[in-house]
Nanobody, 120 residues
């Protein structure tokens, strides 16, 4: 059974940094795009950053220059380094991946989410 497990969330003061990790586990044949989304209370889930299997990245305008996405293909893990955090970055952050489980078809998977709270 495929799972995406996030870690690294927490409480930080404005201007601080956090690093999120998301590890994909299970019998996985291949992973293409991996990414991060977030959802603040009362808001829809929104795209934060994405990275292809080849390392091409893209970012939401609101985080570009402050957040950095990276991945370790050998570990099936994606990271999100978040610097210069702002109170408006407060949200539940979700990992997302398009992956091919062994013996199955390509599908899209979500992690359970990790809370990031930035105090002013």
């Amino acid at each position: 059974q495929v799972q995406l497990v996030e870690s690294g969330g927490g409480l930080v003061q404005a201007g601080g940094s956090l690093r999120l990790s998301c590890a994909a586990s299970g019998n996985i044949f291949s992973i293409s795009t991996m990414g991060w989304y977030r959802q603040a209370p009362g808001n829809q889930r929104e795209f934060v950053a994405g990275i292809s299997s080849g390392g091409t990245t893209n970012y939401a305008d609101s985080v570009r220059g402050r957040f950095t996405i990276s991945r370790d293909n050998a570990k099936n893990t994606v990271y999100l380094q978040m610097n210069s955090l702002k109170p408006e970055d407060t949200a539940v952050y979700y990992c997302n991946a398009n992956l091919l489980p062994a013996g199955r078809s390509w599908d899209n998977y979500w992690g359970q989410g990790t809370q990031v709270t930035v105090s002013s």
